[in-house]
């Protein structure tokens, strides 16, 4: 089952050249910016490689986390697609995994790699309105995760006492916790509370012309529609086997400690002394903090965010190493797979068409 043209068309308007090439550009504008503020404010402009971390053995522990982290990352979506009763096959699943690792880090918030998830999983059979549930409840698992864990760690951990992110900041981030988990709990449990304002943004944009009167009766059928079809979907979703249940549930959660523990093991590799849950939780509240940039994968704020955190732990030498290390091996190697797998999926996709 192949998506109807005018979705393709839509899909292909967003992964146009022109407008991937930009916020690719942005996206490594961003990064050299946040790579600067750390080398310039915490790291004294002081840069090194240290050849210990292409040790046989660093690189093998790398590895080897690199596939749990990409497995697992795969998984936890194939297992809430299979408690929905959609079978989506390992290789389709192991392609969205880099195509969506993309998009998510080229687009703010994150959106592109929802829509391209969601068009991605169309394409290969599922329903827009299970699609968008399965890619919103794995979203949700990892959100619950992290928003958790980041109070006890800014209240636990040494790093973070008397220091304005634990202290003054403290309401402000109640209000975001609060607010985020809020809008999923509508969003699972009251969508058609969503449904009226949907219909009045499609009219505002219909009537500053930016849908022709034929395309705003489409998407307000299919708004409608999916949107129930995703309320369903999560109901389905809690009755589903608990197998499946489950297993989504625990693949969240190896991918999570999995990506929580790159730092940690780049920092022992260099013959650093330091507790592995300090790392883990410096980490969490990174991620916790990477949910709200606006910029293209959080780049930029996700390396000066991680620049200041670990400053304390790692000289001024290693800090810019580290800090590109980490972000090379869990999200730009993986881009540059989705870029490729990307171009491939487009291009076939057009010889279908034609």
């Known amino acids: 089952m ?3 043209d005018s979705d393709q068309d839509d899909y292909r308007k967003r992964a146009s050249g022109k407008r991937l090439a930009l916020f690719a550009l942005i996206f490594v504008a961003m990064t050299a910016a946040g ?17 210990r971390l292409l040790d046989p053995a660093v690189l093998l522990a790398i590895v080897g986390l690199l596939l749990v982290y990409f497995c697992a990352d795969g998984l936890r979506l194939y ?4 408690a929905l009763d959609h079978k989506v096959p390992l290789r389709v699943m ?21 829509f391209a998830q969601v068009w991605y999983l169309h394409n290969h059979g599922v329903p827009l309105g299970r699609a968008t549930a399965a890619t919103t409840i794995r979203t949700i698992l990892a959100v619950i995760f992290i928003f958790s864990l980041t109070p006890v760690f800014l209240l636990t951990l040494d790093a973070f006492k008397g220091e304005s992110l634990g202290g003054n900041l403290g309401p402000v981030l109640a209000v975001l916790i609060l607010l985020y988990l809020g ?3 509508i969003v ?15 009219r505002l944009f219909r009537r500053l012309h930016l849908l022709s009167d034929a395309r705003h009766r489409r998407w307000q059928f299919k708004a409608r529609r999916e949107m129930l079809r995703f309320s369903v979907s999560f109901g389905d979703y809690l009755k589903g086997p608990r197998l499946y249940v489950g297993l989504s549930i625990l693949f969240t959660f190896v991918f999570l400690m999995s990506l929580f523990s790159f730092p940690a093991l780049l920092i022992w590799a260099l013959d650093y002394q330091f507790d592995y849950l300090i790392s883990v939780g410096l980490l969490v509240v990174t991620t916790f903090i990477m949910y709200f940039s606006p910029t293209p994968g959080a780049s930029g704020i996700s390396e000066g965010v991680f620049g200041s955190f670990f400053s304390d732990i790692l000289t001024a030498n290693h800090l810019i190493l580290v800090t590109v290390a980490w972000r090379f ?5 993986g881009m540059l797979i989705g870029l490729v797998l990307l171009q491939r999926e487009l291009l076939g996709n057009r010889k279908e068409s034609q």
């Open 2 to 4: 192949t998506a109807p």
């Open 35 to 51: 790579l600067y503020a750390v080398y310039d404010q915490f790291a004294g402009r002081s840069v090194s490689f240290d050849d």
């Open 79 to 82: 297992f809430t697609l299979r």
């Open 94 to 114: 192991a392609r969205l995994v880099f195509i969506n690792l993309f998009f998510s880090n080229v687009t703010p918030m994150a959106t592109g790699g929802g």
């Open 183 to 185: 809008f999923f709990l």
């Open 188 to 202: 699972l449990f009251r969508t058609r509370w969503l449904i009226g304002p949907l219909a009045r943004l499609l």
């Open 329 to 333: 091996i869990t999200i730009y190697l």
